[in-house]
């Protein structure tokens, strides 16, 4: 009988040990600057109510026809969908778990993300995003201070320039009075839109403005602009949040075509965008959502949050040269078997008290052999071998280690050794004789 061998789900990646590294220092970078900030983990289900996307993203963005991965729970009925986005599952935990009683939410979550779209660089099935949501707070300082986070999210990866584009998208009446004129204007030029213009015209005329087609911009660029719609209020809100931006020493420019395909956005709108990656190239997108914590059955109260691509962040890290490169272990013990493979053990147990990463080697084979799978690509970059060859009395094996530094102190298995200094990015070699 011949062997199928399986193949993961198309846009569906696995991450392999080699790049367990760069998706780490991602994420440990960017929630080290979090916590900074006061932001604490929240984590929500992969599952949710179908409604609770259908509500809050708006049934008719392109994620809710087109995308989602939605089913009917054979049990019980239930309509339940993959989420295509976290924003609505977090303002859901909070709304179920009443934790906007009385209190602000500074909160961070990382995981997998589900759309159904034609996969590419940057662009999967599962994809995974980092993000945070603050709630229950009015702005625009917050708006602000969420951009000054991620500009040093930014500084601390070593990811170089990455351009920030801003926009508002007002009030509600505001957006209407824009929305009306938007219909009017298109519908006048009915003969330059393309199919997708047409199906949006009358359900979401706002995601025109963002059409890649480049047939249509000339169109596009002429259309009426929400800036120019704006009340006192948001013109107001718009630039304080200004202000306090350019007082960071942060460079933005005003994108006027910059707007948002999901229905519970208002105000602040913002992208993080790098020339690197091409037309895959914004990397982070956030702003404000004040009618969504109502929309999905909390009392009314505002947000602001943003959510940057892990993997378009990490195409980015690999662009600029910023992958970090590790060992496996730090330290490889070599035996000859028999006793020595018992103190070898014990040894490695003592040193990892130590906090020193260690491995040993499995089963018993020649000492040529084991110097080969230490020097192996597994263990790249050459991680110290530690030797424990026959011994006059292999229950007390004696230990020579060299470091870099000159002091060598000897040391008897299984007594635990002295504490080890900090690791150094050098690579150290131990010999035991």
């Known amino acids: 009988m011949s062997k199928e061998k399986f193949a993961g789900v198309k846009g569906m990646n696995?991450?392999?040990?080699?790049?367990?590294?760069?998706?780490?220092?991602?994420?440990?970078?960017?929630?080290?600057?979090?916590?900074r900030y006061g932001y604490q983990e929240i984590r929500t289900p992969i599952l949710e109510n179908t409604k609770v996307f259908t509500r809050g993203v708006g049934e008719v963005t392109?994620?809710?026809?087109?995308?989602?991965?939605?089913f009917t729970d054979s049990m019980n009925g239930d309509q339940l969908t993959l989420r295509p986005e976290c924003t609505s599952a977090v303002v859901r935990s909070v709304n179920e778990h009443s934790l906007l009683y009385g209190a602000t939410q500074r909160l961070w979550y990382c995981g997998p993300m589900f759309r159904h779209e034609r996969p590419q660089r940057g662009r999967y099935r599962q994809f995974h995003q980092l993000g945070a949501e603050a709630l229950g707070m009015e702005g625009p300082d917050i708006d602000a201070e969420m951009i000054m986070m991620l500009a040093r999210i930014w500084k601390e990866l070593g990811v170089g320039d990455v351009r920030l584009e801003l926009n508002t998208l007002g009030a509600l009446p505001e957006r209407q009075a824009h929305r009306e004129a938007l219909i009017k204007y298109f519908e006048?030029?009915?003969?330059?839109?393309?199919?997708?213009?047409?199906?949006?015209?009358?359900?979401?005329?706002?995601?025109?403005?963002?059409?890649k087609n480049p047939e249509m911009q000339e169109l596009v660029n002429a259309a009426p602009r929400l800036l120019d719609f704006l009340g006192e209020e948001s013109r107001a809100f718009l630039a304080r949040m200004e202000q306090l931006v350019s007082a960071a020493g942060i460079e933005y420019v005003i994108n006027p075509r910059l707007v948002r395909g999901l229905d519970y956005y208002n105000h602040t709108v913002f992208e993080w965008i790098t020339d690197k990656l091409g037309a895959q190239g914004t990397i982070c997108g956030g702003g404000r959502y004040d009618p969504l914590i109502e929309m999905l059955g909390g009392r009314p109260a505002p947000g602001v949050g943003f959510a940057m691509g892990m993997e378009r962040v990490i195409e980015l890290m690999r662009e600029c040269g910023r992958v970090p490169v590790r060992t496996q272990t730090d330290v490889y013990v070599i035996h000859s078997g028999g006793d020595t493979q018992v103190q070898a053990m014990l040894l490695?147990?003592?040193?990892?008290?130590?906090?020193?990463?260690?491995?040993?080697h499995p089963g018993k084979s020649g000492f040529k052999s084991q110097m080969k799978k230490a020097d192996?690509?597994?263990?790249?970059?050459s991680p110290p071998r530690t030797s424990l060859p026959p011994?006059?009395?292999?229950?007390?094996?004696?230990?020579?280690?060299?470091?870099?530094?000159?002091?060598?102190?000897?040391?008897?298995?299984p007594a635990p050794p002295r504490p080890l200094p900090p690791r150094s990015p050098r690579n150290h070699s131990i010999e035991l004789t």
Do not use: H
């Not at 809710?64 to 991965?69: A, F, H, S």
């Not at 359900?203 to 403005?209: A, C, G, Q, V």
């Open 14 to 35: 696995d991450m392999l040990p080699a790049d367990a590294a760069v998706w780490q220092t991602l994420q440990q970078t960017a929630v080290g600057v979090l916590e």
């Open 62 to 70: 392109d994620i809710v026809e087109k995308e989602m991965y939605s």
């Open 188 to 211: 006048g030029n009915q003969d330059v839109l393309d199919e997708d213009a047409r199906r949006r015209l009358y359900t979401n005329p706002l995601r025109i403005l963002d059409t």
């Open 376 to 381: 192996a690509p597994a263990s790249r970059s």
């Open 348 to 360: 490695a147990e003592a040193l990892r008290d130590a906090g020193v990463r260690v491995m040993v």
């Open 391 to 413: 011994a006059r009395s292999p229950s007390r094996p004696f230990a020579r280690a060299r470091s870099p530094t000159p002091s060598r102190r000897p040391c008897r298995s």
